[in-house]
């Protein structure tokens, strides 16, 4: 083959966040003409690529990029002429940027989110804020701002938040303190509030009680006892509402706090004054509320501890996980066995791990054999062998023998921590349908008090009696619940995340749980995705040469290939007893297969496109052969030495077992499924006759992969599965990406969402998982908005004049816990998803 002259370009690029990123800057790269190689990094931002100059240019290369959403400039030391001295410079592209996580203090609602994030965006450099109200968390993106400039920023909004100290993710906030905090505060409030609303309410049910109460304590002593407790109330466990509402009331920028300190407020200054200076009043207005002032605050703070302990169940799952790691772990000293924090451990620590214990950090075993339960991180039901040379994961569970492993990661580099990272960082996502959400929630607060004002007025106009008028402005501001509006979607979205971690399944960015259930098409590589990616050399056909001869030559210059058929090869020849030979020269080309030179020879080791990209002749007895080993689902390929195909070799590659009730299951779903191929198209139209799938194609490249990506998305949103690094470009391209988790850390890093074991009844899993989110998000919406859009009329008297009953704030405040107590509740639902 003639080897075509090629220059290098590196290229900055700006904007790339993710993994995804990197691999739709390949993507772009490699689809323009002329390119031969790209390799792309996120840190730096920065693209190497080989192209031919005859074709392209960097500064083409660098258009492309920009084209695909990434700001590129070639640098420097190209090889690209140097611009004329007049021609005005290239401008650099901004720097990508990083990101900080806060925790907030004092969010209770999705009001309380907006000003979060408005007050983060208002300071200059930084380039988005998104706030979880489920997880109290914040995630800035800004250009190297100091963590202290920005936590400044929130706490003069009224929230203080604080800097994730952690080098990783530990998922959701356990809520214990939370939860015993509010408890105890509800408790104190509920001693004090129960005189008073026992006597008070049970004077209305029981008359004789209301007349022994006036004829032994009088009517204004016993008010001034309610008011003596009904401030006891407010000032202690109610604070709250005080020093957070009134705060953002003054700075204009009205919360749920500020609802509830303005109505249990007003309810407690009008009967004040209706106690000490009823002569103030009108006639006919000296009535007191401070029992519905007392039970508001009561009621609130239950609702809260109910809801501080809901989302701990919510975010249960992910801390579940994390927790599995032990504390300690026996390492080998000089001095022998030493129990060790797992946070002082570091890559090299040679560990003990005894029968029936967890591991603690990721490893390889050195000495011993037996069995590891791995269900808990990959969802994986059966025990998996272990021997000296696997690989052990942080957090597995060990069977009943005793094994000895050395450390090759820790801390923030761990499997269970990376997946807690990337759960987390989708939990902490705001869905396409929350930003639409947002807008509402963000003028709620101000037009409930708008109403509250136009009810007060309105009722002063039409009866002139203000203390009906004060109690429907009251009922207003408290059945009003942001709160509900807030959690409808993010809670969903931890409590889904959460149970599909459980699973082994892993949503690395939130939106891809909004768009699995939607998708209309799904397609599938083979190999290792399908297939078991373990296959076995069946047959070796060689064609005036030796077997074994051809044997080791095509596994001498396999032998350093990554590739699954390479792997067979060797594993073949190493079988067989054969000797393998240094190879030279070694160049693959994804779709052309592999050249090398083996003891002085050129070979060329691939399939028919490979021969006939190298001239290669191919006898008609071994033509017939590949055809008939393609027609059984088996790979075939060849090697040739000096334009001549020399031998055939057939892999066998065994279907997963699950595969075919996974796509079945799918296909009841209405997906339709697409399989997209490198190997023979025969081999693809086989498995895709076992498996049902209507669609097979074969012989692709991965830019033809790419392309038919491109072509499904006419028919509407189309997923991608597949495990290997030609597998990358689709997976970008795709709307939702799904990797196998057993496959290439670039098909991962590219992916939507990861399938841990490389089991496909995970796929089922994750689609299921999907579907009941949005569902249950479309749910607690209808419920959120459904709840208020009914009951603030009715709080503000629109049944009145119909012969309905004035809503009591009592009643109110009831029904404002209860709503948001039930969209957490709805979402807890999803911890039994994929069952």
């Known amino acids: 083959m003639r080897d075509t002259p090629t220059a290098e370009a590196r290229l900055s690029v700006a904007g790339m966040t993710c993994g995804k990123c990197v691999a739709r800057v390949e993507a772009a790269l490699l689809a323009t003409p002329g390119v031969v190689s790209a390799e792309v990094t996120r840190t730096p931002g920065e693209a190497l690529t080989h192209y031919d100059p005859s074709q392209t240019s960097p500064s083409a290369l660098a258009e492309a990029i920009t084209q695909a959403g990434y700001p590129a400039a070639p640098e420097a030391h190209h090889e690209e002429a140097a611009p004329a001295p007049d021609a005005p410079a290239e401008e650099a592209p901004e720097p990508a940027g990083q990101s900080t996580t806060f925790t907030i203090e004092g969010m209770h609602c999705a009001s309380c989110v907006s000003r979060v994030e408005s007050a983060f965006s208002a300071v200059p450099g930084v380039s988005s804020a998104s706030v979880n109200l489920a997880t109290r968390r914040a995630t800035v993106h800004h250009s190297g701002l100091a963590p202290d400039l920005l936590e400044k920023a929130s706490k003069s909004a009224g929230y203080p938040a604080h800097a994730d100290q952690h080098d990783h993710a530990v998922g959701p906030a356990d809520t214990g303190d939370e939860t015993r905090e509010m408890a105890r505060l509800t408790l104190i409030a509920a001693l004090l509030t129960a005189p008073v609303f026992l ?96 039970v508001i605050t009561t009621l609130i703070l239950l609702g809260r501890t109910l809801e501080a302990r809901a989302r701990g169940r919510a975010g249960a799952a992910l801390r579940g996980l994390m927790a599995l790691t032990p504390e300690t772990a026996p390492v080998q000293t000089p001095q022998g066995l030493e129990n060790t924090p797992v946070s002082q451990l570091a890559p090299g620590d040679l560990l003990h791990l005894a029968p029936g214990a967890r591991v603690a950090v990721d490893g390889v075993v050195t000495e011993g054999e037996g069995w590891l339960d791995e269900a808990m991180v990959t969802g994986e039901a059966r025990p998996v062998a272990k021997a000296p040379g696997s690989l052990l994961t942080g957090g597995t569970l060990n069977g009943n023998t005793a094994l000895t492993y050395r450390a090759t990661a820790t801390g923030a580099d761990t499997v269970l921590a990376r997946i807690a990272a990337q759960v987390e960082q989708a939990q902490a996502t705001k869905l396409p349908l929350q930003r639409v959400i947002d807008r509402v929630t963000a003028i709620f607060v101000p037009a409930v008090l708008l109403v509250a004002a136009l009810t007060v007025a309105a009722w002063l106009l039409t009866t002139g009696n203000l203390a009906s008028a004060l109690v429907a402005g009251v009922s207003v501001l408290i059945i009003a619940c942001p709160c509900a509006m807030g959690l409808a979607t993010p809670v969903s979205i931890l409590v889904a995340t959460g149970r599909a971690a459980e699973l082994g399944v892993i949503f690395r960015q939130g939106a891809a749980l909004e768009q699995l259930g939607g998708l209309k098409t799904l397609a599938f590589d083979k190999t290792g995705t399908l297939t078991e990616g373990h296959p076995a050399l069946t047959a070796v056909l060689p064609s005036g040469i030796d077997r074994a001869e051809a044997l080791r030559l095509a596994a001498s210059a396999e032998a350093r290939s990554e590739h699954p058929l390479a792997k067979a090869l060797v594993m073949a020849a190493e079988a067989e007893g054969l000797t393998l030979a240094p190879a030279t020269d070694m160049a693959a080309k994804p779709g052309y297969g592999l050249t090398a030179t083996v003891d002085g020879k050129a070979l060329t080791i691939g399939g028919k496109r490979a021969m006939e990209a190298a001239n290669v002749a191919i006898p008609p007895e071994l033509e017939q052969a590949r055809d008939s080993a393609e027609a059984q689902a088996q790979t075939a390929f060849f090697l040739a030495a000096e334009g001549k195909a020399l031998a055939l070799f057939t892999v066998s590659d065994p279907i997963k077992p699950d595969a075919a009730p996974a796509l079945k299951s799918l296909k009841a779903h209405g997906l339709s499924l697409v399989l997209l191929s490198g190997d023979a198209p025969r081999v693809a139209k086989a498995v895709a006759r076992d498996l049902g799938i209507d669609a097979p194609e074969g012989g692709l490249l991965p830019e033809d992969k790419l392309a038919r990506i491109e072509a499904l998305k006419s028919a509407g949103p189309v997923g991608f599965v597949g495990d290997g690094i030609n597998d990358a470009p689709a997976l970008a391209a795709a709307d939702v990406g799904l990797a196998i988790g057993t496959g290439t850390d670039v098909a991962v890093e590219a992916a939507d969402v990861v399938l841990l074991s490389g089991r496909l009844e995970g796929l089922t899993a994750a689609h299921d998982i999907s579907r009941k989110a949005m569902a249950n998000i479309r749910q607690n919406l209808a419920w959120a908005f459904g709840y208020n859009v009914l009951l603030i009329p009715v709080a503000a008297g629109v049944l009145v004049p119909f012969g309905g009953p004035q809503l009591s704030p009592m009643l109110a405040a009831g029904a404002m816990a209860l709503s948001s107590l039930a969209v957490i509740a709805n979402a807890l639902r999803l911890r039994r998803a994929a069952a």
């Open 199 to 294: 006597i008070e309410m049970g004077g209305h049910l029981y008359p004789p009680l209301h007349h022994w109460i006036t004829t032994t304590i009088g009517v204004t002593p016993w008010r001034i006892v309610q008011f003596i407790l009904t401030t006891a109330v407010l000032a202690g466990p109610g604070r709250l509402f005080f020093t957070s509402g009134i705060p953002a009331l003054m700075r204009r920028a009205p919360e749920m706090n500020a609802l509830v300190a303005l109505g249990a407020g007003a309810a407690w200054a009008y009967s004040t004054l209706a106690t000490f200076a009823p002569g103030l009043l009108p006639e006919g207005a000296n009535h007191v509320y401070f029992e519905a002032a007392a």
